[in-house]
Every structure is written in structure tokens, then in C-alpha cells.
């Protein structure tokens, strides 16, 4: 079942507005035209945001998300009738022959179970073409991202067209390795309502990604940094083998 944030229509109709900036989307996009993709699948999708800027660009997008509401979100955009929605996970997949699989953000992490990442790699490298890449990052373990997780550092109020003020802050809850685990608040000034979200990331170290990746018969082609986090992303590129 995906978080409150992403499944409760409030909060995923106000998630783009309160985090405009996406940035680290044009590495993915530009990865896309380094390795000339002319089909790619989106993973964990949400609210389409990434889908879309690659179907502007010419390129045939699936994008699938276990979280409804997101995808109600993202079926509203303008062109989003050229994307191909799913709701479910990388199990629910039709037959695919995909250039390239992406797992934008913070996907990958949030994919918690070990059962879950296992069936995501297989479910992903089936709807992959011979030779085709998958793409995703993870965050450094070593670099302790959680200990920016407090109020202090996050909280914001912003003021949304049509919705009005909405504060918001995160709060650290647990930290037991590899998982990490906080809740987001969002407090709407229009009618008083509070909103909360609990998520739990797993903090996989580079090794375990690459064993991962190799025992569910990918090649790994490279690992790189993500250039607007320098030093605190993994970018991992792999792909399924020709046959």
C-alpha cells in the first residue's frame, strides 16, 4: 500500500505545487537521450511529472504506481493522454519490450521488503528489451541524509493558488539500519485540517545494490553521482544482457 502522501487525493493534489523545482529529472531525461530510448518505463510514476517530460520529447512512456490517487493526478495533465498509466507495481505489468526502466527520486528506496526489490528487478528486467538499461539512484548510506529530517530544516509555509496557505514539516521517527523511517506533516489553513504521512526508506550500501542487480541477470554498466547532489546519490546504470 503506497504513504499518505501519494494515495490521500489531498496531499497528491498538492504534492508538484509544494516541490516545483525537479531538477534531478533532466539527469534521467538526459540519460535517456545519451542511450537513444525511444520507449522507457517509469516506475513508481506518481504523479507524472517525469512521464510527461519524456513524452514531450518524443518518447513512448509507461509509467506505472501502486498509488491512485497520484495517477489520477497525473491522468489530469495536459498531454497525459499519451502516456500509458498502470496502477500497480512492476508485477502487474503487461508484456513490455522497453529501451530503458527508470526508478526516479526516491523509488527505489521506498521499495522496503526485500521480496518487493526482488520482484521490482525481475518484474522490471522482463519488460526490458535485450540490451535494454535500467536506471535508478539510492542515497549514500554514509552520508546520514535522516539527520536533515527535523523541523527545524524543513518546515515551510507556502501559499498554493486555489488551496491557500499549507504548512508543512518532517519529522525523524527511527533510525534502525538500512531502514529509516519519518513522518511528514501538512497543516491546511483554509479549514484547519492536518494531514500526516509515514514513510520508511531502506538504505541499501553499493555492494548490496550490485549483488542485487548481478543475481537478477543484469550487467552493471556503471555507478555515477548525481550531478546536483554531488557525493550523496548512487546513480546506478544496468542493463539486461543481449541475447
Known amino acids: 500500500m503506497a504513504d499518505a502522501i501519494f494515495e490521500h487525493p489531498r496531499l497528491a493534489a498538492v504534492y508538484d505545487p509544494l516541490d516545483p523545482d525537479r531538477g534531478d529529472l533532466e539527469v534521467y531525461a538526459a540519460i535517456a537521450e545519451e542511450l537513444g530510448a525511444r520507449s522507457v518505463l517509469d516506475v513508481g510514476c506518481g504523479t507524472g511529472t517525469f512521464a510527461l517530460m519524456l513524452t ?29 498509466w498502470i496502477h500497480g507495481d512492476a508485477r502487474d505489468l503487461p508484456s513490455l519490450r522497453v529501451d530503458l526502466a527508470t526508478m526516479t527520486a526516491n523509488v527505489a528506496q521506498a521499495i522496503v521488503e526485500p521480496d518487493d526489490w526482488r520482484a521490482t528487478l525481475g518484474g522490471v528486467r522482463d519488460a526490458l528489451r535485450p540490451g535494454g538499461h535500467l536506471v535508478f539512484e539510492t542515497r549514500v548510506p554514509a552520508r546520514r541524509a535522516w539527520l536533515e529530517w527535523n523541523r527545524d530544516n524543513t518546515y515551510q509555509v507556502t501559499d498554493l493558488p486555489g488551496v491557500g496557505r499549507v504548512e508543512t514539516w518532517t519529522d525523524l521517527l527511527d533510525v534502525r539500519l538500512p531502514l529509516v523511517t519519518f513522518r511528514g506533516t501538512w497543516v ?41 547532489r554531488p557525493g550523496r546519490e548512487f546513480v546506478f546504470l544496468a542493463a539486461r544482457p543481449e541475447e
Open 56 to 84: 514531450a520529447r518524443g518518447i513512448e512512456v509507461t509509467g506505472v504506481d501502486p498509488a491512485r490517487a497520484s495517477l489520477d493526478v497525473a491522468r489530469a495533465k495536459p498531454g497525459a493522454e499519451r502516456v500509458r
Open 188 to 228: 491546511f489553513a483554509s479549514d484547519g485540517q492536518v494531514l500526516t504521512s509515514e514513510s520508511t526508506l531502506r538504505f541499501r550500501e553499493r555492494d548490496e545494490v550490485e549483488a542485487d542487480l548481478a543475481a537478477h541477470g543484469y550487467v552493471l554498466r556503471e555507478v555515477r553521482e548525481a550531478p546536483d
